[in-house]
């Protein structure tokens, strides 16, 4: 089965620090990843997603960015935190649009508090 | 585009109460529909899916019919239980996915 391995778990950053949230997976093979933030009390937004080895979609333009450098590899990255990049943040991953049941399965989330 | 609307919450229920979650979808051809549960501090997980009309998804006591003449989803359980506390999630996918704001469930003993 598949699995989601995100790190770290929580995360407290100055307002202006870099981030690099990382995410692997395992069990399946040339993925479809996202990067979703939740807010708090919020639902999920959808930041960005892969459909394979560097090749990336963003969904909101923000100072945020992600990079996939391996299959199963999935990293979103800042130059320059913000305060309202505060939040819950999910990797998550699914298989191709072939399979048009197949569900997405996340990952436990990075809590980042940004202050 | 594709789109589904879930109600709001938060919904507060007295243990053993039965539970709806209203989830209704708009999309193009025939999606296949989700619901996920978030428990406190994790992620999601999956909970029950439907691919096809009149499917019903069923896990956990939980369950949900595809009506694609309401294009709904509603989530039920007949008797709810203080571990059910959580944020349910309707979800669809056509070549993307696409969720729901959410709904907050506490059962309270």
């Known amino acids: 089965s598949q699995t989601i391995h995100q790190w770290p778990a929580t995360l407290v950053q100055p307002v202006g620090s870099p981030l690099s949230l990382e995410c692997t997976v395992e069990g399946t093979s040339n993925p479809n990843l996202y990067w979703y933030r939740q807010a708090a009390g919020r639902g999920l937004q959808l930041l960005f997603y892969?459909?394979?080895?560097?090749?990336i979609s963003s969904e909101v333009p923000q100072n945020l960015s992600a990079s996939r450098p391996q299959d199963r590899q999935f990293i979103l990255s800042s130059k320059k935190l913000l305060l309202s990049d505060s939040g819950f943040y999910l990797c998550?991953?699914?298989?191709?649009?072939?399979?048009?049941?197949?569900?997405?399965?996340f990952g436990p989330g990075t809590r980042l508090t940004v202050l | 585009g594709d789109s589904v609307t879930q109600m709001e919450g938060p919904v507060t229920l007295s243990e053993e109460a039965f539970l709806t979650i209203n989830c209704t979808y708009t999309a193009t051809g025939y999606p296949s529909l989700f619901w996920y549960v978030q428990y406190p501090g994790e992620g999601l997980q999956l909970l029950l899916k439907?691919?096809?009309?009149?499917d019903k998804g069923s896990n956990k006591g939980f369950e949900a019919t595809y009506r694609k003449e309401t294009t709904s989803f509603h989530l039920e359980k007949g008797s709810v239980q203080v571990s059910d506390s959580a944020v349910y999630f309707c979800a669809l996918r056509n070549n993307q996915f696409y969720f729901g704001t959410g709904t907050s469930l506490t059962v309270i003993p």
């Open positions: 439907a691919t096809k009309a009149d």
């Open positions: 892969s459909v394979g080895i560097g090749q």
């Open positions: 998550a991953g699914g298989v191709g649009t072939s399979g048009r049941g197949n569900e997405q399965f």
